[in-house]
Each structure stands twice: as structure tokens, then as C-alpha cells.
């Protein structure tokens, strides 16, 4: 009976330390939208999901995925959130920004020289790609 009872507190413990450790979420943001908005209510979204797992004790991982005309949420000196990337970016490691290189080229392209995107965001070949890559992993897909 003995071994029993220590045997079920040794589970007892293991399954409040990895309930004490937190769990960790992953959250792939999609922007396809150049509309302040919807950039605002993505970032917002961010946001509030750190917040809430921070409160809990758990860690969210979350990547904000741009391309087509929401694009222009990375293009230095258009994107309307810029300011705001940079804050969040610089106070969670966390969060980062992926921008769709087949629409910075096509971008580049049409304006004739390489389109300058902020410096927190990172050029994946595919934004839909990534987003694909990103729910095959376990990331939660979120469209504001």
C-alpha cells in the first residue's frame, strides 16, 4: 500500500510540475489587407494573446505573416503600424514579422527599385507558404 501511495504522489508531483512550468502556444497572424485596421486589430491581436498566456503563467509564440497588399504593413516609410512593430518587437522576443518575398518583388518591381521594408520584418519566399508551414507545426491561424 505504501508503494502505491508514493507511487501516485511521485505522479501527483510530475503533473504539477509541468502544469507549474506553463505551456507554450503558437499563433500565426495573417495580413493580406492594406488597411490600417485590419493591421492595428492584428497587432492587437498579438498583443492581447501574450497578455493573457503572460497572466496565466504560459509563453505565446507568434508570427505575423504579411503579403499581397497587406504588405504594406513592412514597407518603410508606408506602413501605418511601423511604430508599433518596433515596440513590440523590441519588448518580446516573441513576436516576429514575416513579409512574403514573391510580393516584395513584385513590389520592387513595379516601382523599379528594391521596396525597403522595416527592419523587423523577415522576407520568407511565400507568405502562403509560410502560413502553411506554420499550421502544419501546431500554430493556431488567426485572420483579423
Same mark, same amino acid.
Given at each position: 500500500m505504501f508503494k502505491t501511495l508514493a507511487a501516485a504522489a511521485a505522479l501527483s508531483l $510530475? *503533473?504539477? +510540475? !509541468? *502544469? $507549474? =512550468?506553463g505551456v507554450t502556444h503558437y499563433l500565426a497572424i495573417h495580413?493580406? /489587407? $492594406?488597411? !490600417?485596421q485590419v493591421m492595428n486589430? $492584428?497587432?492587437n491581436n498579438a498583443a492581447n494573446v501574450k497578455s493573457y498566456y503572460e +497572466?496565466? #503563467?504560459? @509563453? *505565446?509564440i507568434i508570427e505575423v505573416v504579411a503579403y499581397g497588399p497587406g504588405l @504594406?504593413?513592412?514597407v518603410e516609410g508606408k506602413s501605418p503600424v511601423?511604430?508599433?512593430?518596433? @515596440?513590440?518587437?523590441? =519588448?518580446d522576443e516573441n513576436i516576429s514579422f514575416a513579409?512574403? #518575398?514573391?510580393t516584395h518583388r513584385a513590389m520592387s518591381a513595379k516601382a523599379g527599385a528594391d521596396v525597403a521594408l522595416v527592419s523587423e520584418a523577415t522576407i520568407v519566399p511565400s507568405g502562403v507558404v509560410r502560413l502553411m =508551414?506554420? /499550421? =502544419? /507545426?501546431?500554430? +493556431?491561424?488567426v485572420r483579423p
Open positions: $510530475a *503533473a504539477f +510540475s !509541468a *502544469a $507549474a =512550468e495580413v493580406d /489587407q $492594406a488597411d !490600417a486589430m $492584428a497587432l +497572466s496565466i #503563467g504560459d @509563453t *505565446a @504594406t504593413m513592412f511601423a511604430d508599433r512593430i518596433a @515596440t513590440m518587437a523590441l =519588448e513579409a512574403c #518575398g514573391n =508551414e506554420l /499550421q =502544419e /507545426q501546431g500554430y +493556431s491561424y
